[in-house]
T-cell receptor
Framework: GENVEQHPSTLSVQEGDSAVIKCTYS??????FPWYKQELGKRPQLIID?????GEKKDQRIAVTLNKTAKHFSLHITETQPEDSAVYFC???????????FGQGTTLQVKP | SQTIHQWPATLVQPVGSPLSLECTVE??????LYWYRQAAGRGLQLLFY??????ISSEVPQNLSASRPQDRQFILSSKKLLLSDSGFYLC?????????????FGNGTRLTVT
């Protein structure tokens, strides 16, 4: 089955700096790559996603890049703010079952 | 608009007791439904998913079972809880279409087995 590896497990940056989180996957048939943000004790919420026919997608300070050949994708957050502090999960999906396989998560701390 | 409800929000149960967690979705028909578990400080593990009434797929062998008695109702059960069943249980739904897409999560149930 699909295997998703996410790095780093923790990331600490100064406010205003950029943060990058990377994920690799194993199944070349995977075609959907979302990123979720989870604040402490709350549910994961979708922040951005990308499909396999697109190499990059941007939404304000957040961007995702996909390299299908290398089977990895990354989340980029620019001009980080303290409210960006949370756990971020990448996920991989394919087919019509819609199931998503998640990475282990990255705890991002933005220091004011 | 669509909403997803999970209850209870928190639950403390003794080892060996039964479990029933319920999830319902409003505002949509024929959703795909999912149960995930999140151990403390860990990622989300897919437990079960369902693409229709009575259709359940299990992702990992475990002490739990799932049922979908109605189109928008998904239930997670156990006959006898283990300590290792503790965790944050999340129900999710998505529109049933022919390609993968975003899952929408409920607020979760925090289960502590003592």
């Amino acid at each position: 089955g699909e295997n998703v590896e996410q790095h780093p497990s923790t990331l600490s940056v100064q406010e205003g700096d950029s943060a990058v989180i990377k994920c690799t996957y194993s199944d070349s048939a995977s075609n959907y790559f979302p990123w979720y943000k989870q604040e402490l004790g709350k549910r994961p919420q979708l922040i951005i996603d990308i499909r396999s026919n697109v190499g990059e997608k941007k939404d304000q300070r957040i961007a995702v890049t996909l390299n299908k050949t290398a089977k990895h994708f990354s989340l980029h957050i620019t001009e980080t703010q303290p409210e960006d502090s949370a756990v971020y999960f990448c996920a991989v999906g394919s087919g019509n079952t819609g199931k998503l396989i998640f990475g282990q998560g990255t705890t991002l701390q933005v220091k004011p | 608009s669509q909403t997803i409800h999970q209850w209870p929000a928190t639950l403390v149960q003794p080892v060996g007791s039964p479990l029933s967690l319920e999830c319902t979705v409003e505002g949509t028909s024929n959703p795909n439904l999912y149960w995930y578990r999140q151990a403390a400080g860990r990622g989300l593990q897919l437990l079960f998913y369902s693409v229709g009434i009575g259709q359940i797929s299990s992702e990992v062998p475990q002490n739990l079972s799932a049922s979908r008695p109605q189109d928008r109702q998904f239930i997670l059960s156990s006959k006898k809880l283990l300590l290792s069943d503790s965790g944050f249980y999340l129900c999710a739904w998505r529109i049933r279409i022919g390609q993968a897409g975003p899952l929408h999560f409920g607020n979760g149930t925090r289960l502590t087995v003592t």
